[in-house]
Structure formats: C-alpha cells, structure tokens
C-alpha cells in the first residue's frame, strides 16, 4: 500500500492495526486497495479512523462490490470541487475507450471546469487535476513505453458505473447506448456512443436548444447534427467517427451534409474536435474534396473559440478568418492550406500543430508569448524559413515542445544559427531534417530540461555523444545519422543517468561503458557491417536492458560477416542476466 505509517505521530501499532482493518474490509478486491491506499496516502494517520468509519464498513455483511462502491465514493467526495466535475465529465467515452489526455483537458478547460491561477496557464491546471484523478486511483494511467510520458487514461468498470450513477442523479452527463431509442434532449451535456446515427434520426433533427456540450465517440454519422438546431453549444467533440453515405459525393461541397455551414451561429462554443476514423484510408482525389468537412469562412466570428483540433479530421481548407480568433489556445490542422495565416492576433496560443507554414506566417510566431507545443512541417526548400524560425522561437520562454519536419531535408542553417536558444522549459526536441551536425545550442546550458531528443545528422562524432551524455533529464534519444555516428571509446562515469530508450541509425560499433546508460531498457540499432563486422558484448554493460530491436545491413557479398555479426547479438543477448527480447534483422544493400 501507498501508506508512509513510519512518518506519522500516532503510535505506530495503532496506525499498523487501522491500516491493517482498512485492508481487511477491501476483500482482497483490487480496485478497493488501490483506491483506499491512494486516499490514505494523501492524509495524516490520525485522519484514517476517520475515513474507516465514514466509509462505514461496520456492516459485516457488505458485499464487495458494495464495499467498492463506498471506497470509491467516498474518495469522490474527497476531492476539491473541480476535479470532481472533471471525473464527472468522464462519463461522456463509452467503455474500455483510450481517452487521449490532452484532448480530455482541453476538453475541462472549454467546459469551465478549469481556472486559471497564478503564474500557471489553463492547460497546465487542468494537468493537475488530471494527475491528480491518477495519484487517488480514479483513473488508470496509460505511459507509452520507455517514454515516461502518459498521454491517455482508462476508466475502470466500476468507477465508471458510479460516474453514470452520480451523472443520473445530478443531471450532470445524459449518455445514450445502443439499446436506447431516445434521449434526454433537455440535459445539458449530451453523449453519443457507438450508434449509428441516420439522416432523419432523433438526434440529427431534435431541437438542442438546452445542450451545451455534444460528444460523440465511435458513432457512424450520415449526417451531422443540424448545428442551426443548438443555441448554447460550448463544446462539439465528434471522436473517432466515421461519417458515411454514398450519396453525397455527387453533390456541390455547399449542399453536403458533411458541410459547417451553419458553424458561425454557434457563438458561445469553446471546443470544436473532429477526427474522422476514416482519414488515414486512401480515397479518391475526386470524392475526397466531397467526403470531408468543409469550414466556412464565418468561423472567424466565434470570437470564444479556445480549442480547434481538425487534426485527423481531413479537412484540407482553412479560411483565413481563423486569425481572427483571439482566445484560441490550441489549433490543430492537417491540411495544406495555411500560407496566408496571419497568426499576429493569435497571441493566447498555447498548443500549434499545423501541417505547413510559409515565411509570412512565421513573422508574427515571436509574439505568441504563450506556447507550449509547437509542430509544424516545411514544405518549402528555402534553408532562410529554419534562421527565421530559431530567431522566433528563441522568444518563446514557455516551449516544452518543438518537434519540426521540413521536406528540404536539409537543414543547415538550424546548426548555423547564432542567437541565444536557451530555453530552459524545453522538454522535447524532434527535428526531422538533415542537420550537419550537432548543433552548439545543444547542450545543457541552453536546454537544462530537454527530456526527448530526435535528430537527424550528417554525421556525428564521439564528442557529441559526450555531450549528449551530460543531459541528467534525456530520458529518450533517436539519432539517425547519414555518413554515420561514431560511438566513442570512453564515456563518463554516470553519462545520461535517466535513459531508458536509445536508438542509432547508421552507428558505428555500439560501446556500451560501465556505469554509463545504467537507466537504458530498449536499444534499437540500425547499423551496416564494416570489414571490422560487429560486436555486441559491451551490452552486458547494461543493467536495466530489456529489449533488443536491431537490423543488420551488409553490401553484397556479405553475407558471412552479416550472419556473424546476428550471431554476436543473439549471444549477447543470451548471457545478458536479464534475457531481453530480442528482435533482430539481417538484409543485404546494393553496391
């Protein structure tokens, strides 16, 4: 259990037989010890036999879901008031959904349900309250792996039954299911999971006067909700839908009833998210421009507009009215159509991801005082957009995250930019274009908390590994290197203490020192075969290795030296303590 008895000024055999009770009463049941130990943890132990008692596990003959049930309610009652309504809200996703947690607090922040405190910006508040829903057991973090980064939750059953029971009895969430013929349209906050949802159905042509927030999750749509038929919509969240039908593709974009048209009445709405779960299919050029969404230009006057997340949506136009949209704090676009954004007025932005961005629109980027994530695509060759864009973001104090795709794949002048880039809230770095080398603004006095790094180089050399190697916060590292990256010989003792991912690309022979890495648990390895070959021992040297991904490439004719070299892999990995899994390729190149 999550407890710290040992810290408490209560006698420690009384903490010990309270702690000992609580447990007893949990009947073995998962779920109740989790939840109960996450709640205890948060309180002094003179608090505990208060808890047991209100929680009132005095009736020997309480079942265990009903002793389930009280843990969990009464640790929702525990919690302040807004990270109340923010579980509450969770009753909008069907079961078992993966729920996306930067889309779930943008999602808090449109509802009201955060507010912004001193010093800290909406979106890092309602990360707060998302942490904290995980820290008391409420919801289950999901971490990508290696990465330390949790990016989406679960709901339990159970705590989700008792969201949709408080839900019911406050008229908080009205869900539908597939059972259910109609809804509730007066409720205030309307949720449509896995239905289908017909042209002339309950839910496209009902009046939505009342309803403030529409979330659909899984649904087949043949047609939008009638968006004239809402008068007080904040927010409109249609996720991972599919939006099919025919007939529609010999129709005039205009008359489609996959078109916005009536999105510029919606004058109160905060949030507008579409990810359709047919974007990422092939569809041809000429029922493409028909079959998806299409935003009018009056988008512009939705002047309260704080989250526009088109980013699987396939929508490949964006007027250029969204400039107008003063409170936008997060604009996710996939589309090519952006060259004339003027992003000067858009100075709440905390989150930008677009598709491609022109040198008129990186003019006003060093007034966007307030960013945080910034992911953008050249499609342009012109090496002078990446000089303009180092000088911009080096202006942006509050960047945690830049990740940056240019077509040119050939970026020299990010390595020859000479301006001061210290930003010391930068956690993760991704450039995806061919650098010379490692750039000098690399390096822990201008990124003192760079936590993800992933380069492309030319080449690169052992004093950059070393280099590398001093940042105590890298927790992953991807370096693909054209000519090769040289592994040096010595590392320092205690070089990058928190790695637990590291990828080359065209490395020569890995050197794995001792007491360097100690953190690493997956080692993935692209490397060609030398007249040296390669030699794989030095992984002993890893303490914490779990798992081997490798391909193993030769020029014609050698075969023998490639096999070899698996060889020494697979031995490696054999007499590793750990036995990690091992996945390893073996391909022969062309002269």
Request: charged share 25%; with cysteine; aromatic share 8%.
């Given at each position: 259990?999550?407890?710290?008895i040992?810290?408490?000024?209560?006698?420690?055999?009384?903490?010990?037989?309270?702690?000992?009770?609580?447990?007893?009463?949990?009947?073995g049941?998962?779920?109740?010890?989790?939840?109960?130990?996450?709640?205890?943890?948060?309180?002094?132990?003179?608090?505990?036999?208060?808890?047991?008692?209100?929680?009132?596990?005095?009736?020997?003959?309480?079942?265990?879901?009903?002793?389930?049930?009280?843990?969990?309610?009464y640790?929702?009652?525990?919690?302040?008031?807004?990270?109340?309504?923010?579980?509450?809200?969770l009753?909008?996703?069907?079961?078992?959904?993966?729920?996306?947690?930067d889309?779930?607090?943008?999602?808090?922040?449109?509802?009201?349900?955060?507010?912004?405190?001193p010093?800290?910006?909406l979106?890092?508040?309602?990360?707060?309250?998302?942490?904290?829903?995980?820290?008391?057991?409420?919801?289950?973090?999901?971490?990508?792996?290696?990465y330390?980064?949790i990016?989406?939750?679960?709901?339990?059953?159970?705590?989700?039954?008792?969201?949709?029971?408080?839900?019911?009895?406050?008229?908080?969430?009205?869900?539908?299911?597939?059972n259910?013929?109609?809804?509730?349209?007066?409720?205030?906050?309307?949720?449509?999971?896995?239905?289908?949802?017909?042209?002339?159905?309950?839910?496209a042509?009902?009046?939505?006067?009342?309803?403030?927030?529409?979330?659909?999750?899984?649904?087949q749509?043949?047609?939008?909700?009638?968006?004239?038929?809402?008068?007080?919509?904040?927010?409109?969240?249609?996720?991972e839908?599919?939006?099919?039908?025919?007939?529609?593709?010999?129709?005039?974009p205009?008359?489609?009833?996959?078109?916005?048209?009536?999105?510029?009445?919606?004058?109160?709405?905060r949030?507008?998210?579409?990810?359709?779960q047919?974007?990422?299919?092939?569809?041809?050029?000429?029922?493409?421009?028909?079959?998806?969404?299409?935003?009018?230009?009056?988008?512009g006057?939705?002047r309260?507009?704080?989250?526009?997340?088109?980013?699987?949506?396939?929508?490949?136009k964006?007027?250029?009215?969204?400039?107008?949209?003063?409170?936008?704090?997060c604009?996710?676009?996939?589309?090519?159509?952006?060259?004339v954004?003027d992003?000067?007025?858009?100075?709440?932005?905390?989150?930008?991801?677009?598709?491609?961005?022109?040198?008129?629109?990186?003019?006003?980027?060093?007034?966007?005082?307030?960013?945080?994530?910034?992911?953008?695509?050249?499609?342009?060759?012109?090496?002078?957009?990446?000089?303009?864009?180092?000088?911009?973001?080096?202006?942006?104090?509050?960047?945690?995250?830049?990740?940056?795709?240019c077509?040119?794949?050939?970026?020299?002048?990010?390595?020859?930019?000479?301006?001061?880039?210290?930003?010391?809230?930068?956690?993760?770095?991704?450039?995806?274009?061919?650098?010379?080398?490692?750039?000098?603004?690399?390096?822990?006095?201008?990124?003192?908390?760079?936590?993800?790094?992933?380069?492309?180089?030319?080449?690169?050399?052992?004093?950059?590994?070393?280099?590398l190697?001093?940042?105590?916060?890298?927790?992953?590292?991807?370096?693909?290197?054209?000519?090769?990256?040289?592994?040096?010989?010595?590392?320092?003792?205690?070089?990058?203490?928190?790695?637990?991912?590291?990828?080359?690309?065209?490395?020569?022979?890995?050197?794995?020192?001792?007491?360097?890495?100690?953190?690493?648990?997956?080692?993935?390895?692209i490397?060609?075969?030398?007249?040296?070959?390669?030699?794989?021992?030095?992984?002993?040297?890893l303490?914490?290795?779990?798992?081997?991904?490798?391909?193993?490439?030769?020029?014609?004719?050698?075969?023998?030296?490639?096999?070899?070299a698996?060889?020494?892999?697979?031995?490696?990995?054999?007499?590793?303590?750990?036995?990690?899994?091992?996945?390893?390729?073996?391909?022969?190149?062309?002269?």
């Open positions: 259990m999550r407890l710290s040992g810290k408490s000024k209560s006698p420690y055999h009384e903490s010990v037989k309270i702690s000992e009770k609580i447990l007893q009463k949990c009947g049941i998962p779920l109740a010890i989790i939840t109960i130990a996450s709640l205890l943890a948060s309180k002094p132990v003179t608090d505990w036999p208060g808890v047991y008692d209100s929680i009132g596990f005095g009736n020997e003959d309480n079942k265990e879901v009903d002793t389930t049930r009280k843990i969990l309610l640790s929702y009652y525990d919690l302040p008031y807004y990270p109340r309504l923010c579980l509450l809200h009753g909008i996703y069907p079961e078992d959904f993966e729920i996306r947690k889309n779930l607090i943008w999602k808090w922040v449109a509802e009201g349900y955060v507010h912004e405190e010093g800290k910006g979106f890092e508040v309602g990360e707060r309250y998302f942490n904290l829903l995980i820290d008391r057991s409420m919801i289950q973090a999901v971490e990508k792996p290696y330390s980064i990016y989406a939750c679960h709901v339990h059953d159970l705590v989700l039954d008792m969201i949709h029971f408080l839900s019911e009895d406050e008229g908080f969430v009205t869900a539908s299911n597939s259910r013929t109609s809804l509730c349209i007066t409720a205030r906050r309307l949720a449509i999971n896995s239905e289908a949802i017909e042209q002339n159905g309950y839910v042509n009902s009046s939505m006067q009342q309803v403030r927030s529409y979330n659909a999750t899984m649904c749509f043949s047609m939008l909700p009638l968006l004239s038929n809402f008068k007080a919509l904040r927010v409109l969240a249609l996720e839908c599919t939006f099919m039908g025919s007939e529609q593709f010999s129709m005039k205009e008359d489609s009833p996959y078109h916005l048209k009536h999105l510029g009445r919606l004058i109160h709405i949030y507008l998210g579409i990810s359709d047919l974007e990422s299919l092939e569809v041809p050029e000429e029922i493409g421009d028909l079959r998806f969404l299409q935003v009018p230009e009056e988008i006057d939705l309260f507009l704080q989250v526009l997340d088109l980013g699987r949506s396939g929508i490949k964006l007027p250029q009215s969204v400039g107008r949209l003063t409170q936008l704090k604009l996710r676009f996939p589309g090519s159509s952006m060259e954004l992003c000067t007025n858009l100075t709440s932005l905390e989150e930008l991801k677009l598709h491609t961005v022109s040198t008129d629109f990186l003019k006003g980027l060093g007034k966007l005082k307030e960013m945080r994530v910034f992911e953008v695509l050249f499609e342009e060759h012109d090496n002078m957009l990446f000089k303009d864009l180092m000088g911009n973001l080096a202006n942006l104090q509050k960047l945690q995250v830049i990740m940056v795709d077509w040119s794949r050939d970026c020299k002048q990010w390595s020859g930019y000479a301006g001061s880039v210290a930003l010391g809230h930068l956690r993760h770095l991704t450039v995806h274009g061919l650098l010379p080398g490692l750039p000098v603004w690399i390096n822990t006095s201008c990124l003192p908390n760079l936590c993800h790094l992933n380069m492309k180089l030319k080449a690169m050399e052992p004093q950059d590994m070393e280099i190697g001093r940042f105590s916060e890298l927790i992953t590292l991807r370096i693909r290197c054209k000519d090769g990256a040289v592994f040096p010989d010595t590392m320092e003792e205690g070089a990058f203490p928190k790695l637990r991912y590291l990828e080359l690309e065209n490395s020569n022979q890995p050197r794995f020192v001792r007491g360097a890495m100690s953190s690493l648990e997956c080692f993935e390895f490397g060609l075969v030398g007249t040296n070959g390669l030699d794989f021992h030095s992984l002993m040297n303490p914490r290795l779990e798992k081997v991904d490798a391909e193993i490439e030769g020029k014609t004719g050698m075969d023998t030296d490639v096999q070899q698996r060889a020494s892999l697979k031995h490696a990995v054999e007499i590793h303590p750990n036995h990690p899994t091992l996945n390893v390729r073996a391909t022969n190149i062309a002269m």
